[in-house]
């Protein structure tokens, strides 16, 4: 199939050669495949193919130099551009012949051929490339035959001729003239740029998309444990109340402490088997910690912040927590309805159920109780380990002044004697203080209120 031409590039070998060979190069990556130019032809017969295609071209570009246009007084005589302007107005066919009749013996200027066609079309763009205005040359008072004299009435683009310049720097003055739409040219850069913007847009997609299957997949399971966990705990009257915003971490917490609630008055009083840990309080309140802190006793609480927490809770669950009173305390570290009669919460030997002094090695240590036994009721750390914040003022009989601000703390502590673990020892606490490590809190909750 033949190429289709958009743009013409006419010129004269001997003095610009050159310059309209570059010129083709450069706007070749703009226009592939779209540009004539008459490269081969050193017959010295005209290619009859180059008038068609200045016949359906949008662009004629003509690049000339300075000795392009030398014509002698004959050149401009009426015979012979008589003769120029009939080849010039044949058709294509007749043209054809009317070169094969002259025959290649035949002096013609096939230049002068070229521009005085593409002069007869009205909707051709004519573009002459053209030295510089010098003192020896000036292309618009050049003296051209007359049919080919309208070159000079088109607005020219400009080249220096200095040996220091630059052609390439025509190109741009070049397409600005042009009628013919570039090709779209794609740089390597600018190729690998869209490659790898194209590359981050699918990966951010693909991300996305994740993203949102993991949302849904978390949202179903966020809900599916609602539902679990308001079937298991019924009998505490367990709601969520369509919360949308409890956290899958939360509900983790909710059954930790649920599942860890120890009956001390069947049906009428509850409590936790442990004191309340770093998971359960961080959970509930959604804050970050190390998870081999899990199951250690919760401390640097105030008073006011455990009662926060008990609120925290009942606004997650309707259920009414608590912290225990001092007699609740009491009552259950001595075994509840079956109470053991015990001086230590489960037995008389401290060393059996209590991290204190002499067990503990100056730490606190997990809640599970570890090597210490539970007491009659199925608690751990009733003595020792960590004091527990109750419900009472330390002074019943307090009614002003700094006494109503001590709070009452039970079971002593990992630091303790044997003597402040005892069972009916007791201890206080501002009300305000949190920077105490030894004292956390144990919960409660009073059922058929």
């Known amino acids: 199939?033949?190429?289709?031409?958009?743009?013409?590039?006419?010129?004269?070998?001997?003095?610009?050669?050159?310059?309209?060979?570059?010129?083709?190069?450069?706007?070749?990556?703009?226009?592939?495949?779209?540009?004539?130019?008459?490269?081969?032809?050193?017959?010295?017969?005209?290619?009859?193919?180059l008038i068609e295609r200045i016949d359906s071209v949008k662009d004629f570009l003509l690049v000339i130099g300075k000795n392009s246009f030398c014509y002698m007084d004959k050149d401009r005589s009426d015979e012979s551009v008589a003769f120029y302007n009939e080849l010039t107005s044949l058709s294509q066919e007749d043209f054809a012949r009317r070169i094969d009749e002259l025959g290649p013996d035949v002096n013609i200027?096939?230049?002068?051929?070229?521009?005085?066609?593409?002069?007869?079309?009205?909707?051709?763009?004519?573009?002459?490339?053209?030295?510089?205005?010098?003192?020896?040359?000036?292309?618009?008072t050049l003296n051209l035959p007359s049919d080919i004299a309208g070159i000079k009435t088109y607005e020219a683009v400009f080249y220096s001729d200095s040996p220091d310049a630059l052609f390439k720097d025509v190109l741009p003055k070049v397409r600005k003239h042009m009628k013919s739409n570039a090709d779209i040219v794609v740089n390597k850069a600018l190729f690998s740029f869209m490659a790898l913007l194209l590359v981050a847009f699918m990966v951010s997609a693909l991300w996305m998309c994740y993203q949102d299957r993991q949302k849904k997949r978390a949202e179903?399971?966020?809900?599916?444990?609602?539902?679990?966990?308001?079937?298991?705990?019924?009998?505490?009257?367990?709601?969520?109340?369509?919360?949308?915003?409890?956290?899958?971490?939360?509900?983790?917490a909710i059954d930790d402490i649920l599942g860890n609630m120890q009956d001390v008055i069947p049906d009428t009083l509850q409590m936790g088997i442990f004191e309340v840990t770093i998971s359960q309080w961080n959970g509930i309140m959604k804050l970050p910690y190390n998870p081999s802190d899990s199951l250690m006793?919760?401390?640097?609480?105030?008073?006011?912040?455990?009662?926060?927490?008990?609120?925290?809770?009942?606004?997650?669950?309707?259920?009414?927590?608590?912290?225990?009173t001092e007699e609740d305390w009491e009552y259950a570290a001595q075994g509840g309805e079956s109470p053991d009669g015990t001086i230590y919460a489960g037995s008389n030997d401290p060393d059996e159920v209590a991290w204190y002094r002499k067990t503990a090695q100056g730490i606190a240590h997990k809640c599970d109780g570890g090597y210490k036994n539970p007491n009659g009721c199925g608690l751990y750390n009733m003595s020792g380990n960590v004091g527990e914040l109750c419900f009472n003022?330390?002074?019943?009989?307090?009614?002003?002044?700094?006494?109503?601000?001590?709070?009452?703390?039970?079971?002593?502590?990992?630091?303790?004697?044997?003597?402040?673990?005892?069972?009916?020892?007791r201890a206080s606490i501002d009300e305000n203080d949190r920077s105490n490590n030894k004292v956390g809190l144990r919960l409660a909750i009073r059922l058929n209120q």
């Open 393 to 425: 003022t330390f002074d019943k009989d307090a009614v002003e002044g700094k006494a109503l601000s001590q709070k009452v703390v039970k079971g002593g502590n990992y630091s303790s004697s044997a003597y402040d673990i005892k069972v009916a020892s």
């Open 109 to 140: 200027d096939y230049v002068r051929i070229e521009i005085g066609r593409a002069l007869r079309r009205k909707d051709i763009h004519i573009i002459p490339i053209v030295p510089e205005r010098t003192e020896s040359y000036n292309f618009a």
């Open 220 to 252: 179903s399971q966020r809900v599916g444990m609602m539902v679990h966990l308001q079937e298991k705990y019924a009998h505490y009257g367990l709601n969520f109340y369509n919360n949308d915003t409890i956290s899958i971490g939360q509900m983790r």
């Open 297 to 324: 006793p919760k401390t640097n609480v105030s008073y006011g912040d455990c009662l926060a927490f008990v609120e925290g809770l009942y606004e997650l669950t309707k259920i009414e927590f608590e912290l225990p």
């Open 1 to 49: 199939m033949a190429n289709k031409y958009d743009i013409f590039i006419s010129y004269r070998r001997k003095d610009a050669g050159d310059k309209a060979e570059h010129l083709k190069d450069l706007l070749e990556p703009y226009y592939k495949k779209r540009i004539s130019f008459d490269r081969e032809n050193l017959t010295g017969k005209f290619n009859v193919q």
